[in-house]
C-alpha cells in the first residue's frame, strides 16, 4: 500500500513552459486536492476533486487546470508556468464525505520556475 | 468562514522542556480540528484530530491536545520535548462540508539539546 504518490519529486521550468503533476493513491479514496505551500503561508488550496470526472476550484485557482479522468489519479496541470508558481505542490485524498476524515498527503513536488 | 491562527511562527525549547504550540480557530459549525507534522523535505503526516468524542485528544509520538470550545482553542503539547520532535507543526480546520482542510501558517519547532 503506496499511499499517496506524486510524480515528479522536483521539476525546474522556464517562464512559459508547461507541466502535468501527477498523483495517485491507491486507498480508493473519493476526495483528492491539491495544494501548494509557500513559505509563512501554510498550505492553500488550489483544486480539489470529490469523485471521478469532478473538480472544483480552491483558494488559490488561477494559472492551474486539474482532471479527475481515474478515481485514483488527480492531475494538476501549468499550462504557461511563471515564478510566481515557484512552490512546493502537495496532493492529498480522503475517503468519505464526512468533515471527521482526515486527509492523507504525498512527499510533495518541488517546483522552480525561472 | 472557518479560520485557523497558529500564534507563534518559530518556538524554541530544549530538550526534555514542555512543548506547547498554540492554535485558536474560527468556526460557524462545530469544528473538527487537526494537528499535522511535517519533517524536513516530506509530506504532512496526521499527530491526532478532534471529532467531538472527546475534548482531550491524545496523538502520536507522545502529543496530546485539549479541545477548548470557549477559549476556541486546539493547542498542542507534549511533557518532554526530544530531539526527534524538531519539524513544522500545522493546525487545521475542517472547512465547509465535504471540502478542503483550512491551515494555519504553520509553527517551526526547534529543540536544543
Known amino acids: 500500500n503506496a499511499g499517496v504518490t506524486q510524480t515528479p519529486k522536483f521539476r525546474v521550468l522556464k517562464t512559459g513552459q508547461s507541466m502535468t503533476l501527477l498523483c495517485a493513491q491507491d486507498m480508493n479514496h473519493e476526495y483528492m486536492y491539491w495544494y501548494r505551500q509557500d513559505p509563512g503561508m501554510g498550505l492553500r488550496l488550489i483544486h480539489y476533486s470529490v469523485g471521478e470526472g469532478t473538480t472544483a476550484k480552491g483558494e488559490v485557482p488561477d494559472g492551474y487546470n486539474v482532471s479527475r479522468l481515474k478515481k485514483q489519479n488527480f492531475l494538476l496541470g501549468l499550462e504557461s508556468a511563471a515564478p510566481s508558481q515557484t512552490s512546493v505542490y502537495f496532493c492529498?485524498?480522503?475517503?468519505?464525505?464526512?468533515?471527521?476524515?482526515?486527509?492523507?498527503f504525498g512527499p510533495g513536488t518541488r517546483l522552480t520556475v525561472t | 468562514a472557518q479560520s485557523v491562527t497558529q500564534l507563534g511562527s518559530h518556538v524554541s525549547v530544549s530538550e526534555g522542556a514542555l512543548v506547547l504550540l498554540r492554535c485558536n480557530y474560527s468556526?460557524?459549525?462545530?469544528?473538527?480540528l487537526f494537528w499535522y507534522v511535517q519533517y524536513p523535505n516530506q509530506g504532512l503526516q496526521l499527530l491526532l484530530k478532534?471529532?467531538?468524542?472527546?475534548?482531550l485528544v491524545k496523538g502520536i509520538n507522545g502529543f496530546e491536545a485539549e479541545f477548548k470550545k470557549s477559549e476556541t482553542s486546539f493547542h498542542l503539547t507534549k511533557p518532554s520535548a526530544h530531539m526527534s520532535d524538531a519539524a513544522e507543526y500545522f493546525c487545521?480546520?475542517?472547512?465547509?462540508?465535504?471540502?478542503?482542510?483550512?491551515f494555519g501558517k504553520g509553527t517551526t519547532l526547534s529543540v536544543s539539546s
Open positions: 487545521a480546520v475542517s472547512g465547509k462540508a465535504g471540502t478542503a482542510l483550512i
Open positions: 478532534y471529532t467531538s468524542a472527546a475534548t
Open positions: 492529498a485524498s480522503r475517503a468519505g464525505q464526512g468533515n471527521a476524515y482526515e486527509q492523507y
Open positions: 468556526s460557524s459549525v462545530p469544528p473538527y
